[in-house]
């Protein structure tokens, strides 16, 4: 103790204060001891504001969540998490749990509280004669689909490769296989979970079904996931890519998408994107910045059906550039490679479309006029297929009826003011409103309960609020779309036919 320290404790202690500084004292002592205890005990890497990782291991895909947490572990394995989950219940600090890192709310960090990072943990196991494998959530799915690439196989998931397993695969899994196979949970066979009072379950169709019913959709909200056992299909070689016309045409070009594109085979999983035209070399230099309309397409099919299939989309307009080509599964990832840079302040809205009517593509593009910048993007993926033939009440994701997703985005870079992108993103969205039907949880950012509601309509969220009472009372697992515990009761697994 120093010189000037002890002056002050015995400054105090004649003020009759002694008491108070000596119980904070203690506390602080406590949970540094819990800490350093905690240290020991890992096989990861704990990290602290002043360490030499802390400033990058705090940023968060979205830059505009710049937070500065009190601690942030990267767990390697599921004792790292049972011991951090722990230590954060002990210590009632606030946590966040970060896969890949990619919640536009910012959700993967906070303020003084506690970070755990599955970031670490990679493990990937796959019985190629059984198609089924074994994921851990630290991994990409650029990731995913590079390893299991050269056995033939894949799993449709997200359309970013730097998207983290974790945080996509809970809330539903929207991808470039979409209507040939599905939500990416539609292929969940098992999720082994930590749970808020550091238990580890397993939960499946034959356990925990009640459970395995809710994480199909329900997001982080019951625990964190530390690996996923999933089933596997072809993957292999598509006819991938897109075509870019100049927006001059864009809603002659849209309304004849959305005609084919809702009809077409489950083979054919599209995506048409309004924005900025890249300053690309397959792109003509004079288009360089030119609103235009790029029409992606990914297709599963036999590769000599495929042209003939995608030919009608080559066909919307005069082309700008065609980059349509049979290419492996992972090279689709390289069409949004500019998504995966981390630090960007993005604004982002959602909504799902129950029909893509002439009228909304009329208004979609009318709006757009209003609000295009380089920074803009609006993108419409066509849904159906696969993913619309599974009850509503077969999982916690319940909007398998929609025609199409509707997402609008703005971003800055980290050193400028986001209100401006902010402005435009409100702007665009609040003019599709009207043809809003429900909300997709993975394309939500923090946008009150009133959202979380449009996600979870109110059956499924009262069973959701159920299981969030019976498997995190406190709501430990907060930083999410979340799930307020039940007030009363809760359901057993044999409530799964509740719809």
């Known amino acids: 103790m120093s010189q000037h320290t002890q002056d002050t404790f015995y400054h105090n202690q004649n003020k009759g204060i002694v008491p108070d500084m000596m119980a904070a004292h203690e506390a602080q002592h406590d949970s540094g001891q819990a800490m350093w205890a905690l240290a020991l005990r890992l096989r990861g890497v704990l990290i602290l504001p002043g360490d030499a990782g802390y400033e990058a291991a705090r940023g968060v895909w979205n830059g505009a969540a710049d937070r500065r ?3 942030i572990v990267r767990c390697a394995d599921v004792e790292d998490v049972v011991a951090t989950v722990q230590f954060a219940r002990e210590q009632s600090l606030e946590v966040s749990v970060r896969s890949g890192g990619h919640s536009f709310a910012g959700y993967g960090t906070n303020d003084g509280g506690l970070v755990i990072d599955l970031s670490l943990m990679k493990a990937i196991t796959v019985d190629q004669e059984q198609r089924i494998a074994r994921i851990e959530p630290g991994l990409t799915w650029g990731e995913v ?4 690439q050269p056995s033939g196989l894949a799993l449709t998931s997200g359309d ?5 397993v974790g945080g996509l695969l809970l809330g539903g899994g929207i991808g470039w296989m979409l209507r040939k196979y599905g939500l990416t949970i539609d292929h969940l066979r098992a999720v082994e979970l930590v749970t808020a009072d550091g238990e580890i379950l ?9 459970l395995f019913w809710g994480l199909r959709g329900g997001g982080g909200n019951f625990g964190i996931a530390t690996a996923f056992e999933v089933d596997l299909h072809q993957g292999g070689m598509v006819l991938g890519g897109a075509v870019f016309y100049d927006a001059a045409e864009a809603e002659s070009i849209l309304r004849t998408y959305a005609h084919y594109a809702t009809a077409a085979p489950d083979e054919l999983t599209t995506l048409a994107t309004l924005m900025a035209a890249p300053p690309a070399p397959f792109i003509p230099q004079e288009k360089h910045g030119v609103p235009c309309v790029a029409i992606v397409v990914c297709y599963t099919g036999d590769l000599e059906e495929g042209p003939r299939v995608v030919a009608p989309l080559r066909q919307l307009g005069t082309p700008i550039a065609d980059l349509i080509s049979p290419m492996p599964y992972p090279a689709m990832f390289a069409l949004t490679e500019k998504a995966t ?11 799902f479309l129950k029909k893509f009517s002439d009228e909304v593509v009329h208004t979609i593009v009318e709006e757009v006029a209003a609000i295009m910048s380089p920074m803009t993007l609006v993108q419409i993926r066509v ?9 509503a009440n077969a999982t916690a994701f319940v909007h398998r009826d929609k025609q199409a997703l509707l997402m609008v985005s703005n971003f800055a870079p980290p050193a400028v003011d986001g209100a401006p992108a902010r402005a435009r993103t409100e702007q665009f969205w609040q003019s599709l409103r009207p043809y809003a039907d429900g909300a ?11 959202r979380i509601h449009e996600a979870y309509p109110p059956s499924t969220y009262e069973r959701l609020a159920a299981l969030k009472k019976r498997y995190d009372p406190t709501n430990m697992f907060h930083l999410n779309q979340n799930i307020t515990p039940a007030r009363t009761g809760f359901l057993t697994d044999s409530s799964a036919s509740i719809a």
């Open 69 to 71: 947490p009190a601690i």
């Open 145 to 148: 689909a590079g390893i299991l």
């Open 160 to 164: 970013t490769s730097s998207v983290g």
């Open 202 to 210: 397993r939960a499946s169709v034959g356990e925990h079904s009640e």
């Open 341 to 351: 840079i981390r630090g960007m302040q993005h604004a982002a809205r959602s909504l």
């Open 383 to 391: 849904l159906g297929g696969a993913m619309s033939r599974v009850p």
């Open 440 to 450: 997709y949880v993975n394309f939500l950012g923090d946008e009150g309960e009133q």
